[in-house]
């Protein structure tokens, strides 16, 4: 889906090896019913749907994975995603490090990048359980360092997706 301002957007089905927009519709928010609407007219019209590749939208990978549907998150997206997390120039090492880390995943494969995350989760594992007063908060306290643990649960979280295309390996146009 992609947006030309706030309250316009495009939702796309393509097909890689046609070459072509198989379905689109306009929207103006980007929902998991958006991409239902445009799954289901495709497969209403004789299309399968062999793969997904997603930005990340909550809720849309299940919508394909519902009906065994390979879903590839995009790893540009995902890069952008810590980078909004991080910067494009973190300020302390560990976060430099995960920056760095996650360049590195278009680069690698998914048992590479996976062993590499978690020896930086187990090298930086205090570093990210540091707390600060917060009186503000219920708990009295917050995590010091909250952006790079977003970072670090983003990649966790989204590793499940990030290299699907390993496992269907066949389905590359």
Sequence with gaps: MTFWGRGYGVCVFRSPALKENLWWKESL?????????????????GWTITAAVIDGKRGVAQIFERLGIPVQYCQFHQIKTVTRYLTRRPKTEAAQELRALTLFLKDTDAKNFMDRLTDWHERWRLFLEEKS????????????????????RSLKTNFVRLFTYEIYSDLAV
Excluded: C, I
């Design 29 to 45: 928010f980007e929902t998991p019913w958006v991409y239902q609407a445009g799954l289901d007219e495709l497969r209403r019209n």
């Design 133 to 152: 007063p917060a009186p503000h908060t219920k708990r009295g306290w917050q995590y010091t360092h909250r952006r790079v643990r977003a970072a670090y």
